[in-house]
């Protein structure tokens, strides 16, 4: 199956400062990656994702890029802000039609240093 | 997005017993998922809940410890049998539909088992 890896684990950040966390999936089949942000005691949300068939996307100070050969994607925070600190899980998804099953990457707490 | 609500939001119990947790959406859903998020760790796939036949479980994870049921597009009961301290975990919903990649979370459900 699917298996995702993600790095670093953890992450300090100055605020204002940029942060990146990668992930590496197994599957050449996988062709849709979200990112997620989980604030302590609160649900995953999702906050931007990415498809195959394209390289990168980018909301506000949040973007994604995507290699698809070298079978990794990463997400990039700019601006960092004190809100932007929690634990960020990547994920990937082989999709057969009708089947969004996810496999997540281990998290990355990312702490932005005021 | 849709809204996702489940019961309990938390519950402390005995080993050996059960607890059955809802997951209520409030507009039709193609896909439901369970997972469990263990203490500072990754989410984990339990199943997926399909309306009108059998949960598809992944692997380490059987119908007799966590039968699930999907009466219907907007509901899916999960229950952990048998309970033991090992089973202390969040265990989250999510939905998706088939023609949006898009994967949603419930609140999450914080079982503590003593």
């Known amino acids: 199956g699917e298996n995702v890896e993600q790095h670093p684990s953890t992450l300090s950040v100055q605020e204002g400062d940029s942060a990146v966390i990668k992930c590496t999936y197994s599957?050449?089949?996988?062709?849709?990656f979200p990112w997620y942000k989980q604030e302590l005691g609160k649900r995953p949300q999702l906050i931007i994702d990415?498809?195959?068939?394209?390289g990168e996307k980018k909301d506000q100070r949040i973007a994604v890029t995507l290699n698809k050969t070298a079978k990794h994607f990463s997400l990039h925070i700019t601006e960092t802000q004190p809100e932007d600190s929690a634990v960020y899980f990547c994920?990937?998804?082989?999709?057969?039609?009708?089947?969004?099953?996810?496999?997540f990457g281990t998290g990355t707490r990312l702490t932005i240093i005021p | 997005s849709a809204v996702i609500s489940q019961k309990p939001s938390r519950d402390i119990c005995q080993r050996g017993t059960s607890l059955t947790i809802q997951c209520q959406v409030d507009?039709?859903?193609?896909?439901m998922f369970w997972y469990r998020q263990q203490p500072g760790q990754s989410l984990t796939l339990i199943a997926t809940a399909n309306q009108g036949s059998e949960a598809t479980y992944e692997s380490g994870f059987v119908i007799d410890k966590f039968p699930i049921s999907r009466p219907n597009l907007t509901f899916s009961t999960l229950t952990v049998s048998n309970m033991s301290p090992e089973d202390s975990s969040i265990y989250l919903c999510s939905v998706a539909t088939v023609d949006s990649y898009e994967q949603y979370f419930g609140p999450g459900t914080r079982l503590t088992v003593t």
């Open positions: 994920a990937a998804s082989i999709d057969p039609v009708g089947n969004e099953k996810l496999t």
């Open positions: 507009s039709q859903v193609t896909m």
């Open positions: 599957d050449s089949a996988s062709n849709y």
């Open positions: 990415i498809r195959s068939n394209v």
